[in-house]
Structures are given as C-alpha cells and as structure tokens.
C-alpha cells in the first residue's frame, strides 16, 4: 500500500546557496524555517507541491509527466530516498526502484562479487544470497562470464543486470523511473515477463514521459505536471488527456526555439531564459484549459470501470456553492452513469439531506459524524494543511472522513470508488479564471428545483422576505456594504417582516451583523446546526422574496423558484462567472425574477421600495434585469 | 500532521531485526572489500602503506621524544614501546574518527540511487579500521620483540579494549559524515586536527604531576580511553583501571545521539548530493 498525503518537496536552483541551506538544514537536525509549513527560501522551488495519492496493495498506476514535472521526484521520495518537506508518506513493504547501470561498480570487482554487492544493497537475505545469483545470471544469461572482472564485463550488459537484479530482488512495491524493461533479444523479452509478473502481483509505479501504455494491464493513471497532480483516473482516458497536454507543450518549445533561432526584430525583446518560461507558462495555462473537458469525461470513464459503492464528497465548504456547482456536477455524473445497482452515498453537512434527495443518493451529514466544534475545526485544519480553502485535493482530513463514513457504512475505503470535488475545482477553475467560457460548467451540470419537503409550521408570518448577506473575502469594500444591508433591511422592516437566514452555524461563511430591529426575525437557535439547511430551506421556500449576496442563499431561492435578487459590490473575474452561472441556473429551472444588483448604483431606499412596489404587483416577483437595477416597470 | 517519511511500516520482530542487522553487516563489509581492493590495488606498496601511515610520523616522534626525556624514568626501549603503543592506539581511534566521512564520500553516488541502511557506511568503515589495527597489534608484537618489552597478563583486557576505542571513534566520527556531503571543511579539518588533539593527552609523554598539561590530561577522557589499554598491553594494571570505564561511558552518551543525529541528518545531505 502507498499513502502520499499532501505531500511537497521543495530544491534550490543555486548550487551554492543549496549547500548552505543544507548545512543548515542538517544542523537544525531536518527541520526547515518555518515550521510545519515551509516556504521556499530564496532560489528555492517546489519541486512538488501538495500531492497526494492513495495505492492500494497490488495494483499499478502508471504517472505521466513531461521532463521536469517532479517524476523522479516522486520516484526517489516512494523510495525513501528523499523525505518530504510537508506531508507524510507512507509505505508498506519493502521498495525496489531499479537504479542506474553502475550501481556501487568497481571496475576490480569480479561479475560473482558485484552480483553478491547487488544483492546486499537491494536488500536480498543473506540465506537467499546464492539462490539469488543463480537466478540472476540464468536470467540475463551471463553465467559464462561469473569470474570475469567488471572492467571487462560488456557495457551493453550493465544496466539489464541491474534491472533484473531489482526485478529478482525481494519488493512488496517497484518504483520504475522512466525505463521499466532493458535489454536486447531474448533478455528483452525475458525481463518485459518478469515486468508483468511484478506488475500483476505487486504494487508498482511506473513513471514515463512518454505518452504511451506499457504493454500490460495498469489499474489507475495520473498526470503530474508542475510538480503537481493534475488529475488521477482512467489510464486510456488520461492518455489521451497527457498525449495533448505533451503535444502543446512541444509545441510551445518549438515556437520557443523558433523565436530563439530567428534574429529579433527591433520592437520585441531579445528571447531570454526568462521569456521562454513566460512562453510556456502561457502555453501551459492554456494546455490546462484544453484538456480541461476532457477530466469530467475521464472521471466517468474511472466511475463506469467498476461496480462499487460511490462516496460523493465529502462537500465540506459553504453550502450554497455546493447548490450551484457540486450538486449540479455530481447530478451529471450520476446520470451519466447506470447507478441504479450502485449503492451511492453523498457526504455533507448541515442538513443538506433535502437537497441530495432527488439523486437517488443516500446521505451522510458530517455533523452525525462530528459535533459542530469538531467538524470546524477538522475543516479549518484541512484548509491549513492543503494551503487552500477550496477542496482542489484530496487532503489527509478528508481521507479521514472519508474512511470514517466507509466504517459506519460497512464497506472498506478500498472497496469504494469516491468522486471527490478536487475535479469540479479543477474545471471551474479554469472558467473562474476567464480561460473557459462560462457555459461551459452547463455542460456537465443538470440542475434541478429543490424540493422543500412538507409543509412545517415555523411560526413565521405569512408574507416575509428572507435574507443572507454572506460577507465575501473578496470585498474591498466591506464597510460600505455592512452600512448598506443595514440601511435596505431598515427600509424594508418598516412595511414587511424579514426573516435573517442565521441559524448560527459558522461553516456556511461569516455574515453581515444586521442591527436587531422590529419586524427583524433572526433563526438563531431554530434549529440544530444539522438542521440548519433543511430550515432555511423551508423559510426560503415559503418567503415572498429572498435578498442576499452570491455564496449566500441566492442559488437556494433560485431552486425554490423563489424571487431573488443578488447583491454584490465588486466584480471580479470569478463574481462575474458566479452570477451568469446563477443566471443560466435559473434559465434552465425554468426559474424567472433573479436580479443582480449593484450596491454602488442602486442606493438601499430605492432598492427597498422597488422590491416593495414588486412585491405588491400580481404575479408577487420583480422583473429581471442584466443591468443591475430593478425595472419593474 | 507530522512531516515524515515512513517506509516499511510495522514493528519489527526481533528475528527480523537479527537477520536486518547480519544484512547490513554483510552490505557494510562487502563495501569495504570494494573499496579497499580499488585502494590498495592502484599502489605498488600495497597494504605497506597502512603501516608507513603509523609509522612515518612515530618514528622521529619517538627519537625526539627519548631525547627529551619524554617518557620520564623510563628507559629508551620501554618509552620506544610505551610511545609506539599509545600512537597506535591513538591511530585507531583517529581512524574511527575519520573512516565514516572518508567511506561515506567514496559511496556517495551508490547513496544518492539505492536506498539502504545507512548503518553499512559505519559497518565499512569500522572494516577499514579493524583492519588497519590488525596491522597496527603486529607492529606492536614486532616492536615488543625487538625492544625486549614485557608480556603482562592483561594482555587480553588491552585486546578487549580496542573495540570500546573504536566505537568511540566512530561516535564522534559519525556526526561529521552528514557534513562531508554539503562541505569538505571537515575533511581537510579533520586530518590536522589529529595533531593537536594528541597533545591533550599523554600518549607519547608521561603526564606532568602539576600544570596546565597535568590539568588537561586529567579532564580528558583520552588520557583514560588511551592510556589504561597501553598499560594493559605493555606493563599490567595502573591502579585507576575502573577510570577506563567511566571514559567509555562518557564516549557512550556522545554515540547515542550521535547515531540518532546520523541517521536523521544523513537524508539530508544525500538529497543535497543529487538535487539543490
């Protein structure tokens, strides 16, 4: 079995500087500055960054990478070679990594003695020692020459006795680096069936830049590119991604090297080191994005290969997110997929129960699970170990609960397949970014309404407004838009009660404080922290309107079919893709009378008596508008 | 979350770790034997050399010595013994100082591809010292011969001696070796450090009864972990033999950690070796 978790490792490109790092460094016993999470010193790069894979015993997985994306890396931390900087991996068994052709060679050595050095550096057993050196020279058919001196033992010889030394050797788990068969001939072939042999019963990793399957059945694939894991699944399906990642890149270097070879002309810069590097990480990014399409295909390649019990999530972030891109993507998935004989068993929290329903998904809430303080704080570390608060990778935290819920379920981690949201991430990124259009999330999202259960007496009046305005990180302009959703929630009390979506649960993201005032209704302790989206499902359900901001209750009370309007004060590039995915979520459920609203155009009374006069017309809903101000005629 | 490494995860039962230790001891001597081939091989003199190394500079040590009354009442044959004797066994523990560094820079691109116990490096390494003593014990027979030395019965407490000495060598020897893959300061450092440290004990002069020499020969623990094997070898007991052991206990809680160093600072300076 191989666990990587989170793992990175971080070099230093200047040759001096890497040994004074390493002096000190050795002085501090391995402990690098800044603790348990270091950041690279001057010159220093990480080399991987934040990978994590889980192998189980016996099967293969074959990493694709170009030169440089940290293959041998990774090869030389599976090895023990090297230890991570962050993270921890670990290693059941005994690895063999079959090294160079001249492994600990003395040109004095007899071929007898150099077998005996190979043996006992690969770890054979010492009563094993002769049966092992039979073996070995029977197998690359050398035993002519077993008292013939290294200096002249033929060089073309060397690096198959090496490799089928390691392949003889005693492994519970082979690393190839690159080349995983040597030889010529019959030799050839012979080591390529011991390759089989050891990838049929063993656990192997295979790390190739060439995109191209070896001659035997792998179990998973993964691409590394930058140090870093760009996606796991399928091994056809992510050759078909790497062949395309590796085709742009050749590309980039190619035009790189045109440019380096033609005379410069006079308004462009001479080609430095530093604009090819420019070069090819503009080709990169766009690498990303084209074969972007192709990481949701290839997870329903991986989902459809077998028949297990799927865990969807864990979802551990805000929960409207979660309504407008996860439960979206994960209803595309399952409908991709004939999981009428699947056992499928989505894992969130707060009560999310409601919305998983209509999936024909079993539900796990985490806060069963884990109280309240604990599930924070399990979530806060999760964001301190990955660096990153959205769920882009698998982290040792959800692995944890991921097992747990496996346990509680009675089945075996192993024996689940998991879609995890790391691939969601991965392709909204790109639109988030602008590098991918908008739409593009429709393709792999099927929305659907909300159903919000039985009706539920909560004591509410019979005409309300429910509001959330979720305080986003990315606001410059805070202060502002505290003192605005004051002002609008000030004007409204004075002809309408509103009701404050704030069951008190932390996880859902910070909140505006609304100055209490009559006609201002608050949630706070209406309900468990496990209950408080099945609540403010209903309240939102039953509201007349709904108010509040985008990553607040905005995609609930556009699935409700409920009048919304969404307030916002910047707009980012991703606030931007945000609002035209609710848009085109609200188009496709067929829900009517979502507003998008400025609140540096559109001054809080105004607002106010807009969706008030909307609220008395016929039909109850203000009109829509893309301009950011309610027409409502 | 720990930042760690962990490869063949389990405990180890102890037949499992008698049969680890009996590979490492195996790896650690087929290292030596092919490095060793390769050194004394590419010499005309051969393994001659082992014994000019101790000797080149002993001798006109000696002769000085004899002429300055170094060896106090002592006659010129019996300093000539009592000197030879303490410079071998200070050779020893020098060469258990320096053997690990010297080996593990020879090994270090076998180190940087395959994995393997560390321990061989200090199993090698204490190869290249045993042998080196062996010569060293019949130089002394020889010199003891010739000079007409005694053959006291603690001759055999001086033999068991030898292994204490070069595990306490290796002790303070196995922290420099992490370092000789970042810098080579201590393989040039090393070599004349020998020099002056001989002078801190009473290796080739008898101690003054007061002073600044007596007070550093009596604080170091040299003086014991060198001195007390000699007399073993060439005059008998001393009357502050028990001082021998307290010598090897303190050299035992420097190899402790040591060793704990070794193994957690060595992965460092390999990864240095391949990658900045």
Known sequence: MISVKNVSKIFCRDFDRARSYGFMDIIRGGRRPGGRRPVPRPSEFFALQNLSLHLPTGESLVVFGTPGSGKTTLARLLCGLFRPDIGRIEISGRVQCPPDGKLGLNPYMTLREYIELLAAVLGVPVNRQQAYLTALVDQCDVAALIDTRMANFPRASLRPLTMNASLLADGDMFVFDDAYVAGSGAARVRCLERVAEVVSTRTTVILTATPKLPPFPIDHAMILHEGQALYYGYPTAILEVFDRLSGELNQARKEAEDSTASPPEPPQPPPTAISLTQHLSTKNRSARAAMTPFLADAEVQRLASSNRPVLVGPWMGNPHWELLYWRPYVSWLLEQLDHSQRRVVAISHAGADLWYGGLGAEYVDLLDLYDPEEFERISEERVRVTGMRKQRLMSDVERDILESVAQRLDLGIDDCDVIHPGTLFRMVDEVWRGRLPADFVLRYSRFAAVAPGPPVDLGLPPRYIAVRFNVETTYSGRAAAHDYVNELVHSLTASIPVVVLDTGYSVEGAQFALEPRDGLISLQGAASPRRSLELQTQVVAGATACIGTLGGTVPLAVLCGVASTCLYIEQPGFFAAHRMITNLMATTVGADGLDHVNMREVQAPVLAARLLRARRKPNGRPGRTHSGLATNG | ?276
Request: glycine share 10%.
């Open chain 2, 1 to 276: 979350m720990r930042d760690t490494c962990v490869l063949n995860t389990g405990t180890i039962a102890i037949t499992n770790y008698v049969t680890e230790s009996r590979r490492v001891a195996k790896l650690g001597w087929l290292l030596f034997l092919r490095d060793f081939r390769l050194r004394y091989r590419q010499t005309y003199f051969g393994y001659l050399w082992a014994v000019i190394k101790v000797l080149a500079p002993s001798v006109p040590m000696i002769l000085v010595g004899s002429q300055f009354g170094l060896g106090g009442e002592r006659s010129t044959s019996d300093y000539a013994l009592f000197a030879l004797t303490g410079l071998v066994l200070w050779q020893v523990f020098w060469d258990s100082v320096l053997f690990p560094q010297w080996v593990a820079r020879r090994m270090r691109r076998m180190l940087s591809e395959a994995r393997f116990p560390y321990e061989a490096i200090l199993y090698a390494a204490a190869g290249y010292v045993l042998f080196n003593a062996g010569l060293y014990l019949m130089l002394i027979v020889a010199a003891t011969i010739v000079l007409g030395g005694g053959m006291p019965t603690t001759i055999p407490l001086g033999l068991i001696a030898i292994p204490g000495l070069i595990l306490s060598g290796m002790g303070i020897g196995m922290v420099f070796v992490p370092f000789t893959f970042v810098y080579l300061d201590f393989r040039y450092a090393l070599p004349m450090a020998s020099p002056v440290l001989l002078w801190t004990a009473p290796i080739f002069y008898e101690s003054p009864d007061s002073g600044l020499v007596h007070t550093l020969n009596v604080w170091n623990p040299l003086t014991y972990l060198i001195g007390i094997p000699r007399s073993w070898l060439t005059e008998g007991f001393t009357g502050d033999d028990m001082a021998f052991l307290v010598s090897l206990v303190v050299f035992g809680l420097i190899f402790l950690p040591a060793h704990l160093f070794f193994r957690r600072a060595i992965p460092i300076g390999v990864e240095r070796l391949t990658h900045g």
